[in-house]
């Protein structure tokens, strides 16, 4: 059975060596004094499970756009209209993610530059990659590769990215369009072609290109044709991950290869979560959430970085609140940790507890 969770659960022991090693070679490769004296604080502050922090994240997730040209079956909202209350679609702009980076880089050995949208689809994205990069701090995208640009692999590598998470899941178009709906198998997969032929002519090893392929009941049959595929077209790896479906999802989306129960990690009376302490979610317009979980109601921000320095946000009332939920679940004034509050991780602690 294959294991949800860490990206490198369910792989043999070789493959498992061969990424930790491409992770370590990259916080290697953005090491400053500064950002290593950070680290050790901030995986200190982690085991005690400090409230106010003296360190600041090292990974940041920003998601420079949650538009999207595609319609994945179970991606986030199903591209709904917001609701009251709620965050529309739009785009950030570069001068403030250049803002929010300035605040950050000293610290920040990565940035995840995706959310809930398609990173590729508009033209400031890449010069966002290529500000972050030249900041020594390591980029990575994920994409579906449904970009009609006979310049996306010249754009792709002249912004520097180290990392590229490529969508598809499904290797026949019956399966890759069950999943990503109207998406274009064949243009993502000369898109890749053509990346790894130009990597190939400029001699270069990034970005990575790691194809994720979420497993479901009907495409898990093509796991053999993936890594076929994979080999053929010269990526650097194929994971297969177990993807979040709601629990009414029909029959034929869980795959057999996953444990369905996604409840099944088992509850610890005292939680740990690192996004409190290593990294945090910056929505497009400059809201803060703690995590990818329930981005969308605005309520649930913990701050705004386009207004509020980050470091007030950071050790604010919302964070705090958050931290000393993972001490003590059933803290009092549980409603001012937000989102966190009806976390899983959370709840599951506070039954525990009963
Ligand atoms: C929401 S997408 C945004 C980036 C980009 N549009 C893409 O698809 O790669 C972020 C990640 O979620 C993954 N994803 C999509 N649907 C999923 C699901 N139901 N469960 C888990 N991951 C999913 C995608 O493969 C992608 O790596
Ligand atoms: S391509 Fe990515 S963001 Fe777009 S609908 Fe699919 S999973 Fe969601
Ligand atoms: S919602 Fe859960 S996983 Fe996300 S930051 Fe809060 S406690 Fe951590």
Same mark, same amino acid.
Not at 114 to 143: C, H, K, Q, W
């Given at each position: 059975m294959l294991r949800a969770g860490l990206a490198t659960r369910g792989m043999d022991a070789a493959t498992k060596f061969r990424i930790l090693k491409r992770h370590l070679a990259a916080v290697l490769r953005h090491a400053t004094p500064r950002k290593l004296l950070n680290l050790v604080k901030t995986e200190r502050n982690m085991r005690r499970k400090a409230e106010v922090l003296d360190s600041f994240p090292y990974i940041l997730k920003i998601e420079s756009t949650n538009i999207c040209n595609l319609h994945c079956a179970f991606c986030y909202d199903n591209r709904r209209q917001p609701s009251e209350g709620e965050r529309g679609y739009g785009r950030m702009q570069p001068a403030h993610f250049r803002h929010v980076v300035d605040q950050l880089a000293p610290y920040?050995? +990565?940035?995840?530059? %995706? @959310?809930? @949208?398609?990173?590729? !689809?508009?033209?400031?994205?890449?010069?966002?990659?290529? %500000?972050?990069?030249?900041?020594?701090? @390591?980029?990575?995208?994920?994409?579906?590769?449904?970009? +009609?640009?006979?310049?996306?692999?010249?754009? *792709? *590598?002249?912004?520097? !990215?180290?990392?590229? *998470?490529f969508s598809c899941h499904g290797v026949t178009p019956e399966s890759y369009a069950t999943f990503m709906g109207k998406g274009n198998m064949e243009l993502a997969l000369e898109n890749i072609r053509r990346l790894v032929a130009l990597k190939k002519a400029r001699n270069r090893s990034t970005p990575v290109i790691d194809w994720q392929f979420c497993v479901t009941g009907f495409n898990e049959n093509e796991i053999p044709l993936a890594e076929q595929q994979a080999r053929e077209l010269g990526v650097d790896q194929v994971r297969f991950i177990k993807p979040f479906f709601p629990k009414d999802a029909p029959a034929q989306w869980w795959s057999s290869k996953f444990p369905r129960n996604l409840d099944d990690q088992a509850a610890d009376v005292e939680p740990d979560c690192s996004w409190l302490y290593r990294s945090a979610f910056v929505n497009f317009d400059g809201g803060i959430s703690p995590c990818c979980s329930d981005v969308r109601p605005l309520a649930n921000d913990f701050g705004n970085a386009l207004t509020q320095p980050f470091a007030e946000i950071w050790n604010g009332p919302a964070y705090r609140a958050a931290r000393r939920l993972l001490k003590n679940p059933h803290a009092a004034d549980a409603q001012a940790a937000r989102v966190c509050q009806r976390c899983p991780l959370i709840v599951n602690a506070r039954k525990q507890a009963q």
């Open positions: 920040l050995f +990565k940035i995840n530059m %995706y @959310g809930f @949208g398609e990173p590729f !689809l508009f033209p400031e994205g890449f010069e966002m990659i290529r %500000y972050a990069t030249d900041r020594n701090i @390591g980029v990575g995208v994920s994409s579906n590769m449904n970009i +009609k640009d006979d310049l996306l692999a010249e754009k *792709i *590598i002249d912004s520097g !990215l180290e990392v590229l *998470i």
